[in-house]
T-cell receptor
Framework: AAGVIQSPRHLIKEKRETATLKCYPI?????VYWYQQGPGQDPQFLIS???????DKGSIPDRFSAQQFSDYHSELNMSSLELGDSALYFC????????????FGPGTRLLVL | AQKITQTQPGMFVQEKEAVTLDCTYD???????LFWYKQPSSGEMIFLIY??????QNATEGRYSLNFQKARKSANLVISASQLGDSAMYFC???????????FGQGTELSVKP
């Protein structure tokens, strides 16, 4: 069965650089969630999209922005990277906002030096 | 505000034995969903099991079962016949009714001994 695809899987950036993380949801899933998991932490919700519109926003820094495109893939853009942005970034998708289950992608490991 | 609490930072279990991972939750919603995810050392987040607040039966998925006690606000994960491959971090999570985002507990690291 098709799963959520995230790219890149690993990313190394310098402070103050920018990064773009991509997420391709499971086919026919119209809802995408982004989570950030710091080392030794539980995942924290960043932002979500339903039918290409932002549906909810969590503790996402103003330096980050995201969008969902017409093909339902989503991109998380991160600017002015800081050391504290080093984390595992997950994208999850579900059939709808009301769906029970979110399926997670493999994550993108971002290291900011 | 919704909250998930996992009070066991680490657990050990002997291979082939059963183990229970604790999870308690707090919510004022009448309708909610509870999840367990497994995160191996490789980092991916694997969905294990789901329990809806109105489900009368405890959820089961193979060797995983969810001991749902609504009055006590607990949703413990039971893994039967533990295998070495079960060694991982386990997260309990609740889906927020509005918007659907997941709120996670702190996680429990399970180690299965041969």
């Amino acid at each position: 069965a098709a799963g959520v695809i995230q790219s890149p899987r690993h990313l190394i950036k310098e402070k103050r650089e920018t990064a773009t993380l991509k997420c391709y949801p499971i086919p026919r899933h119209d809802t995408v969630y982004w989570y950030q998991q710091g080392p030794g932490q539980d995942p924290q919700f960043l932002i979500s999209f339903y039918e290409k519109m932002q549906s909810d926003k969590g503790s996402i820094p103003d330096r980050f922005s995201a969008q969902q495109f017409s093909d339902y893939h989503s991109e998380l853009n991160m600017s002015s990277l800081e050391l504290g942005d080093s984390a595992l970034y997950f994208c999850a998708s579900s059939v709808s906002q009301a769906s029970e289950t979110q399926y997670f992608g493999p994550g993108t490991r971002l290291l900011v030096l | 505000a919704q909250k998930i609490t996992q009070t066991q930072p680490g657990m050990f279990v002997q291979e082939k034995e059963a183990v229970t991972l604790d999870c308690t939750y707090d919510t004022s919603d009448q309708s909610y969903g509870l999840f367990w995810y497994k995160q191996p050392s490789s980092g991916e987040m694997i969905f294990l099991i789901y329990q809806g607040s109105y489900d009368e039966q405890n959820a089961t998925e193979g060797r995983y079962s969810l001991n749902f006690q609504k009055a006590r606000k607990s949703a413990n994960l039971v893994i039967s016949a533990s295998q070495l491959g079960d060694s991982a971090m386990y997260f309990c999570a609740m889906r927020e009714t509005k918007g659907g985002k997941l709120i996670f507990g702190q996680g429990t690291e399970l180690s299965v001994k041969p």
